[in-house]
């Protein structure tokens, strides 16, 4: 980090904080957001962007955003490391715990029937935009309190972003305690550990939950995805919506090879199978099995 500080206010000839970002510039920002993560930014994210650069412009003590662009864009080594931190800055990650309910009770009440009726083993689930891991979690306490009591189960949860920051925090598994509200008491009590101080205001997922999730950094656009091809479950919500259709056909195209025969996938409420022809099935709204 100190030496792409370094680089970056050598590069920071312009001490001018209140130039605005160039039409150039912002232009060239959606498309290199575009070709590495597939999500169509337009002029009304001008002052999103704007906004998170700037904060991460502070931490590079550069001072005028288009200086920072050249950074970014300059075919450097720095420019290599510094679009790490770029994604990580302009994706949005919004997550909760038990986020569209209707899915887990769907789990709940058909899928994990289904398994311990079948008397599998072991089983794994992908959360494919897992954010801080939240969702990840959520599919780890349904499973791992449907099997308490049956005998148990071996099972896995792989939780992938593109975003770094927020695979740490969820690999932590430390959360502001303004999301606990929907997590049922039982499962509080089970898998969450409060502090002994309340002033901390926050809490953490407890540790055996912990150890059967994985984080792993993984960009929906890569041409192939370092994952299992044999998921039995695997979460892609809300993240169609920031793409474009030949994206969301090619990422769900990737996604089904995948999930194994029979297996589970997971979209938001608000999105849908996009015309494309797809080895699914769909079994309740938003959700499909695989053939």
Partial sequence: MAGLQTAATQRSASTDSNEPLSDKNFWRLCDLVYQVCGIKLTQKKRSMIDGRLRRRMRNLKIVNINDYCRLLFDGSQDADLELVFFIDAVT??????????????????????????????????????????????TAAMVIDDFFHDRGGLDYSVLATDICTEVLENGKAGL????????????????????????????????????????????????????????????????????????????????????????????????????GGKFPLDMVANTIFRRR
């Fill in 92 to 137: 949005t990650n919004k997550t909760d715990f038990f986020r569209e309910p209707a899915h887990f009770v769907y789990l709940q009440n058909s899928v994990l029937p289904g398994w311990r009726a079948d008397g599998r083993r072991r089983v794994k689930v992908w959360s494919a935009a897992a954010s801080t891991g939240a969702e990840a979690y």
């Fill in 175 to 274: 959360y502001p305690d303004h999301m606990l509200e929907p997590i049922p008491e039982e499962f509080r009590r089970r898998y969450v550990l409060l502090p002994r101080d309340p002033a901390r205001r926050e809490f953490r997922i407890a540790r055996a939950l912990r150890s059967k999730v994985t984080f792993q950094r993984l960009n929906l656009m890569d041409d192939r995805y370092a994952a299992d091809r044999d998921f039995d479950l695997i979460f892609l919500r809300n993240v169609l919506i920031y793409f474009d259709r030949p994206t969301q056909e090619a990422v769900l195209i990737k996604l089904c090879e995948h999930l194994r025969p029979g297996g589970h996938l997971f979209l938001g409420h608000s999105e849908s199978l996009v």
